[in-house]
């Protein structure tokens, strides 16, 4: 399915570069390996997994202000609830710090294979 998604969206990508002969970014998907590209598709996912539960934790945060108002009773469940947010944003900034080193080593492979820089 990754794949599928991934084709979809280098289609769209080449959809709105192809409509110059001359447009910039048509070659980009010549500058990538297919293991650099596959590590940037996931490296997307993960922000954007990220972008979710950090709008969730703001969300909740409103919540708190607005149950403070009231006087509502619900402290311990959001409180559990934020705190497994939290582990679950510092476990996907984890993953992107891996994920940035691999996209790193990645490179370095390609740039050795092209004969750029020394092993």
Excluded: W
């Excluded at 990508?13 to 940037?40: G, N, Q, V």
Aim: net charge neutral; hydrophobic share 25%.
């Amino acid at each position: 399915m990754k794949k599928k998604e991934k084709s979809q969206e280098n289609n769209e990508l080449e959809r709105s570069c192809f409509y110059l002969d001359e447009a910039p970014c048509t070659l980009f998907k010549d500058y990538l390996t297919e293991e650099e590209e596959t590590i940037l598709f996931d490296i997307r996912a993960i922000q954007k997994k990220a972008t979710q539960v950090k709008n969730r934790l703001k969300s909740l945060d409103r919540s708190e202000t607005e149950n403070a108002l009231e006087g509502s009773a619900q402290g311990k469940s959001k409180e559990e609830e934020r705190r497994f947010l939290q582990e679950e944003l510092n476990e996907l900034r984890e993953k992107r710090k891996e994920l940035n080193k691999q996209k790193e080593d990645a490179h370095h492979r390609k740039m050795v294979m092209l004969g750029h820089v020394k092993p």
